[in-house]
């Protein structure tokens, strides 16, 4: 499966972005994870926000709970990313990742993801 994101841009500050991940090549199948990860200078990628496909609940890191919402299209075979009061400190290359046989504890864990989308930037003003 090949994974495009696409959505980023430059925002300011209380403002919102939508993030788009959508898969090709192979459907989502019914089971396994799909996450957000970010990266910005000089830092270690993180975990944002994660689905699970089968039973679709959702994970988030606390940095973001309460201000993003991460959902799945099935008919678009999309995952979305919707970024709402946005802070200086979200800006960052945003990543989608699956693992169709990820299991609900390495959700947020970058290591057991194997395929990756390119990667869309969010600038936040201040």
């Known amino acids: 499966v090949q994974l495009q994101a696409s959505g980023g841009g430059l925002v300011q500050a209380g403002g919102s972005l939508r993030l788009s991940c959508a898969a090709s090549?192979?459907?989502?199948?019914?089971?396994?994870?799909m996450a957000w990860f970010r990266q910005s200078s000089g830092k270690e990628r993180e975990f944002v926000a994660g689905?699970?496909?089968?039973?679709?609940?959702?994970h988030y890191a606390d940095s973001v709970k309460g201000r993003f919402t991460i959902s799945r299209d099935n008919a678009k075979n999309t995952v979305f990313l919707q970024m709402d009061s946005l802070k200086p400190e979200d800006t960052a290359v945003y990543y989608c990742?699956?693992?169709?046989?990820?299991?609900?504890?390495?959700?947020?864990?970058?290591?057991?993801?194997?395929?990756w989308g390119q990667g869309t930037l969010v600038t936040v003003s201040s």
């Open positions: 990742a699956t693992n169709p046989r990820g299991i609900l504890s390495s959700l947020r864990l970058a290591g057991q993801y194997n395929n």
């Open positions: 090549g192979r459907t989502f199948s019914g089971s396994g994870n």
């Open positions: 689905i699970r496909l089968g039973s679709l609940s959702t």
